[in-house]
């Protein structure tokens, strides 16, 4: 199947700093990627909806503001966490569209943990 | 947004069968599908039925759809301990993004 990578895989930060994770599209252009958030035992909640070229859509209760995305290009989404808090701390999961087969594949997740 | 339901815990024995139910909330919901995540990894599609399919094999894995009852499952024939995980059933949602349950705990014992 198709893959995505997700970079960094796991990154300690100190409260109010800022981290920028990757989610990359190897073997097929994804003009939509989308970012999830997974809180320990629960599921993936979506934040938002990143499309290529245009500015992302939130869901309800994500602050753009704090998590900025940018999908500059057909294989390339990030989501950068500014100012983080301890709040913050979370799995990050972004997936990407595969056009040709309506699918979406999973990134290997990102585990955020601030200090 | 509604939920998607499932069961938050399975166990089976080694070379039973495993059955994970779900239900959906979305009648339009054009396709359903079965992730699996193992301990601190992302998620891996396993299958997916298309809506207008009422089962779809693919190997151990069975998938049943009772779009009546809106009612998704997964049958994994032959339970292996390696298949100990936890596995999401999503509905696509508005737009491309999926609607995950919260997912259910597969433990094998030998």
């Known amino acids: 199947g198709a893959v995505v990578s997700q970079h960094p895989s796991w990154v300690i930060c100190k409260s109010g700093t800022s981290v920028k994770i990757e989610c990359r599209s190897l073997d097929f252009q994804a003009t939509t990627m989308f970012w999830y958030r997974q809180f320990p035992k629960q599921s993936l909640m979506l934040m938002a909806t990143s499309n290529e070229g245009s500015k992302a859509t939130y869901e309800q209760g994500v602050e753009k503001d704090k998590f900025l995305i940018n999908h500059a290009s057909l294989t390339l989404s990030t989501l950068t966490v500014t100012s983080a808090h301890p709040e913050d701390s979370s799995f990050y999961i972004c997936?990407?569209?595969?056009?040709?087969?309506?699918?979406?594949?999973f990134g290997p997740g990102t585990r955020l943990t601030v200090l | 947004g509604e939920d998607v339901e499932q069961s938050l815990f399975l166990s089976v024995r080694e070379g039973d069968s495993s059955v994970i139910n779900c239900t959906y909330t979305d009648s339009s919901s054009t396709y359903l599908y079965w992730y699996k995540q193992e301990p601190g990894a992302g998620l891996q599609l396993l299958t997916y039925i298309f809506s207008n399919m009422d089962m779809k094999q693919d190997q151990r894995l069975t998938v049943l759809l009772n779009k009546k009852d809106k009612h998704l499952s997964l049958r994994i024939a032959d339970t292996q301990t390696g298949d100990s995980a936890i596995y999401f059933c999503?509905?696509?949602?508005?737009?491309?993004?999926?609607?995950f349950g919260k997912g259910t705990s597969l433990l094998v014992t030998p």
């Open positions: 999503a509905e696509k949602g508005s737009g491309y993004a999926l609607n």
């Open positions: 997936s990407a569209r595969d056009p040709a087969g309506d699918t979406q594949y």
